[in-house]
């Protein structure tokens, strides 16, 4: 499976490469860059945090890059909003026909296998 995931805390993202180590990853911190890598390549399962750092935008820009561009094949992608926060992820599962909210570090987190 090809999965993008956007992280900024290094917990996660460690916590990511483990679970998931054995499929092909792209990372990053930056919505700009995921978006980028959105325009790029196809993904089986897109990872969204909400909150980044400075200057990194959030995952609402990601939401509305596929929003805006229903030609994009990452449509098709199954999206994962791992977001604690609560409004930002009501906004983008808003945007995002079919995504779900699976928050960080739950049991459901946790129990996620990637089958297609």
């Not at 700009?32 to 909150?51: E, G, Q, V």
Request: one cysteine or more; aromatic letters at 12%.
């Amino acid at each position: 499976m090809r999965i993008l995931i956007l992280e900024d805390d290094s917990y996660r993202i460690t916590t990511f490469i483990e679970k998931f180590c054995n499929h092909d990853m792209t990372i990053t911190e930056n919505a700009k860059a995921a978006i980028d890598h959105l325009k790029s390549k196809a993904f089986d399962y897109i990872f969204l945090d909400h909150d980044l750092g400075t200057n990194n935008g959030n995952g609402t820009d990601v939401a509305q890059y596929l929003y805006d561009n229903p030609e994009n094949l990452n449509n098709k992608a199954q999206v994962v909003i791992h977001s604690w926060n609560t409004p930002a992820t009501n906004g983008m599962l808003d945007r995002l026909y079919g995504a779900v909210h699976i928050p960080f570090n739950t049991p459901a987190f946790f129990a996620l296998t990637l089958d297609k």
